[in-house]
């Protein structure tokens, strides 16, 4: 009998020792790369970065995607004569917003591949009447957008850029403090000698909304006016008025650009990759496709998610509903119909790309550990619950895609009560397209400086390639 309770007790604890999750037997992608794979990463990073230094709004990026779509042979909308078999093709939304597309073999009624991502970015903007003056400082009025942890953004170097709007109709377009030596803004914070009054602010209200105004110059003019020598450098470089700002879309962002984090130079950091990492996979994923695809593939950049999806360039207009319907009708000639458009908006496939929160080194504790995404294990397929994710099918059909083509992947779900995020993925869903939502883990998400894993990058563009072509 004794022997027997040996025994089990025995089996038992064995089975505990070797028991465990397949989740827990997952490496890091970086484990199981070829030394020729490391080559390929480095090159890949190297546009992503240099894209990243030049994209810092929504507007700087859509001219940075129009330029490189355009030099892999896409060409920018303007009639349906274009619309072939094969044609590549740019839908531009107001400067703003695009849909890069490769128009494939079947009509578009026979389903297609859209990837959708946000290239705008938490940053901070400037209101209609920005200058003040104050304590012997010219300033701006600001207001900030997208959730931002204001305190980060006090202290380094900042840019200005965007566009102006001039009643005669012509657009100005403003860049000042990106290249090594334009100046530079900054919000001034408090020196430690004499911030004991506002040492008991909470961690949320370190700086207040009003207080995250950045200085612009400090010398005044004969008639003792800063505001008048700001004036002037505006009215100088730029042929503008204090009154144009009202039409202005300007905006503050961080200065620096990108740079390689780790002595290993595995991770990169830069301002802006929520979401420009996926919104530039997507695009440099479809300029890849060399073969006509059965079924059209769409890239989709939108603007406005970091407040909502709100405005005619955010997720929530009907701009990709005009453009299936652009499409559509030139498929159909005179047999068109509005369903047409409805019935090819069903039977797309989507993926909804947005960056997600990966488990930080500092704060674990603010993620459930066993469902949080890490760093270099892959695009993540995120299940947020509460009826937010994709039907079970497609995400079983994602994982086939993945698998099949060895691609490393992972999940990622927030802890329960502790946060959580949105994304344009409701927006496709209302159209009754199937969508799932797929990103890559950042760290310092919304900073001024976010972390990504080279490796994740390098493995979205894998799947995002064979998503576009894959049946
Ligand atoms: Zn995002």
Not at 130 to 142: I, K, V
Not at 147 to 162: C, D, E, F, H
Not at 422 to 436: F, P
Request: hydrophobic share 40%; glycine share 8%; aromatic share 10%.
């Amino acid at each position: 009998m004794m022997y027997l309770f040996t025994f089990i007790l025995i089996f038992f604890l064995q089975f505990s020792l070797h028991a465990q999750s397949i989740w827990n037997t997952k490496r890091s992608a970086w484990q199981s790369i070829e030394p020729k794979d490391r080559e390929n990463i480095e090159n890949y990073i190297d546009g992503y970065a240099s894209y990243l230094d030049k994209a810092r709004t929504e507007l700087s990026s859509t001219k940075e995607f129009i330029d490189l779509l355009r030099s892999e042979g896409f060409a920018l909308y303007s009639n349906s004569t274009q619309i072939k078999k094969g044609a590549k093709l740019i839908f531009n939304n107001r400067d703003r917003a695009l849909i890069a597309v490769i128009i494939g073999e079947q009509s578009l009624i026979k389903g297609s591949r859209l990837i959708g991502a946000h290239h705008d970015s938490p940053r901070i903007d400037i209101k209609a009447r920005p200058l003040y003056e104050q304590d012997g400082f010219a300033l701006l009025q600001t207001i900030y957008y997208g959730g931002i942890k204001k305190y980060q953004w006090v202290n380094i170097p900042l840019m200005l850029s965007g566009r102006i709007d001039k009643k005669d109709g012509t657009t100005v377009q403003v860049e000042i403090g990106r290249k090594p030596d334009d100046p530079i803004i900054i919000i001034p914070d408090a020196a430690p000698h004499v911030d004991s009054p506002l040492r008991k602010r909470e961690y949320t209200g370190v700086m207040e909304g009003e207080e995250m105004d950045p200085i612009i110059g400090s010398i005044p003019d004969q008639k003792n006016s800063i505001l008048n020598t700001v004036m002037n450098v505006l009215s100088t470089s730029y042929n503008c008025t204090e009154e144009d700002l009202v039409s202005a879309e300007l905006h503050i962002t961080p200065a620096i650009g990108a740079r390689d984090i780790g002595l290993d130079r595995s991770l990169i950091g830069s301002y802006g990759q929520d979401d420009r990492s996926c919104s530039y996979v997507a695009i440099r994923a479809l300029m890849g496709i060399e073969k006509t695809p059965d079924l059209t593939a769409f890239a989709y950049i939108v603007d406005n998610e970091e407040t909502g999806n709100v405005n005619n360039t955010g997720a929530a207009s009907t701009f990709l509903n005009k453009v299936y319907g652009i499409i559509s009708e030139a498929q159909a000639g005179k047999d068109f119909s509005e369903n047409m458009t409805r019935q090819a908006l069903t039977a797309a496939k989507v993926i909804s790309a947005d960056a997600n929160d990966g488990i930080s080194p500092l704060f674990p504790g603010l993620s459930e550990k066993t469902n949080a995404a890490k760093l270099g294990f892959g695009p993540s397929i995120k299940r947020y619950g509460r009826s937010f994710d994709a039907n079970s099918e497609f995400t079983a059909w994602i994982r086939n895609l993945l698998d099949k083509k060895s691609i490393p992947w992972q999940t990622a779900s927030y802890k329960v009560e502790t946060g959580g995020g949105g994304t344009i993925g409701g927006q496709m869903s209302k159209e009754d397209m199937e969508v799932i939502d797929i990103g890559i883990p950042l760290l310092s998400m919304h900073s001024p400086f976010e972390i990504a894993s080279k490796i994740d990058i390098w493995n979205l563009h894998r799947l995002f390639t064979e998503f576009y072509i894959a049946q």
